[in-house]
């Protein structure tokens, strides 16, 4: 049963284009989001988060958008750069179980 | 400054034997997780500690053991290894419900 749902295995956007990526979530309670990012044989980076009061946090190139109503979440880069392809994990937090429920990841690819 | 830190990095053995995982961490965090990556790259959390004790034990075989010397270390010994616990094991601490920083990650591999 995943909570959190990344349905795009993989997202390939040109070099200075922006890139959009989406997270869904089915339980109404979680309060807290976070997008982590990934390269290969490295531990997840913490990049943004968000809290259910907000529907939109920003820092320099990244935003997060939050939709409560259609619970749903996106991470928008612009301009995207060659160092951002790599995998983006979203997540979410509920103070009911205390831990972190991860979606399955997202492959951001920059092309030149 | 290494934040959080795992060793190994890659450990290949035989199935039936025992092996640790160590994870420190310099962050002065209270909390601390166990994550397993699976092959379709899910993480799912298997335990968390919080001040050395166990707050988080998901549905993991008993052959994962943690163990919390204090509250900078958490080890994870598995005995008799099975092929499917072939898997990367990241580490993670928080001070309660913050970000996560994670360890690099131990690539386990089960022959």
């Known amino acids: 049963d995943q909570q959190v749902k990344q349905n795009s295995p993989s997202l390939s956007v040109q070099e200075g284009r922006i890139s959009i990526l989406n997270c869904d979530y089915t339980?109404?309670?979680?309060?807290?989001f976070l997008w982590y990012k990934k390269y290969p044989a490295e531990g997840p980076t913490f990049l943004i988060s968000?809290?259910?009061i907000k529907d939109k946090n920003e820092d320099g190139r990244f935003t997060v958008f939050l939709n409560k109503s259609a619970k749903h979440l996106s991470l928008h880069i612009v301009p995207s750069q060659p160092g951002d392809s790599a995998v983006y994990f979203c997540?979410?937090?509920?103070?009911?179980?205390?831990?972190?429920?991860w979606g399955a990841g997202t492959k951001l690819i920059i092309k030149p | 400054d290494t934040a959080v830190s795992q060793t190994p990095k890659y450990l290949v053995t035989q199935m039936g034997n025992d092996k640790s995982i160590k994870c420190e961490q310099n962050?002065?965090?209270?909390?601390m997780y166990w994550y397993k990556q699976d092959s379709k790259k899910f993480l799912k959390i298997m335990f968390s500690?919080?001040?050395?004790?166990?707050?988080i034990n998901e549905t993991v075989p008993n052959r994962f053991s943690p163990k919390s010397p204090d509250k900078a270390h958490l080890n994870l010994h598995i005995n008799s290894l099975e092929l499917g616990d072939s898997a990367v094991y990241f580490c993670?601490?928080?001070?309660?419900?913050?970000?996560?920083?994670f360890g690099p990650g131990t690539r386990l591999t089960v022959l």
């Open positions: 997540a979410a937090w509920g103070n009911s179980n205390y831990q972190l429920i």
């Open positions: 993670a601490s928080s001070q309660g419900a913050d970000e996560q920083f």
């Open positions: 339980n109404s309670m979680f309060d807290y």
């Open positions: 968000i809290s259910s």
């Open positions: 500690y919080n001040n050395k004790e166990l707050i």
């Open positions: 962050l002065g965090h209270d909390t």
